[in-house]
């Protein structure tokens, strides 16, 4: 099995910059993608940005697109997701998860592993 353990959440001005992190462990030695959801109060988990073992390729949502960046460190086995120019909207947990494929997919249910998430909160 693979844990998930996200951190780098915290509380931010809206413009301002956080990067979190997710270190993984378990059978690490695996090629698996990851990817990042978010889930808002009120709201379904949504797909944030994924990234394959490789980290030549890599998906974000709309919504993130030209201010988050996913990458990944496959020699301490974490991923991590940039955020800049954050927004009150970005507000919410933020979940790191596995995917057994090389390729990450872009709904939850094709992740198998999931972290305990990390909370983001933006003011304006």
């Known amino acids: 099995q693979v844990q998930l353990v996200e951190s780098g959440g915290g509380v931010v001005q809206a413009g301002g910059s956080l990067r979190l992190s997710c270190a993984a462990s378990?059978?690490?030695?695996?090629?698996?993608?990851m990817g990042w959801f978010r889930q808002a109060p009120g709201k379904e988990r949504e797909f944030v940005a994924g990234i394959s073992w490789s980290g030549g390729t890599t998906y974000s949502a709309d919504s993130v697109k030209g201010r988050f960046t996913i990458s990944r460190e496959n020699a301490n086995n974490t991923v991590y997701l940039g955020m800049n120019s954050l927004k009150p909207e970005d507000t919410a947990v933020y979940y790191c998860?596995?995917?057994?494929?090389?390729?990450?997919?872009?709904?939850?249910?094709?992740?198998?592993?999931w972290g305990q998430g990390t909370q983001v909160t933006v003011s304006s």
């Open positions: 998860a596995a995917d057994r494929r090389s390729i990450p997919g872009k709904i939850d249910i094709e992740y198998d592993y």
């Open positions: 378990g059978r690490t030695s695996r090629r698996y993608a």
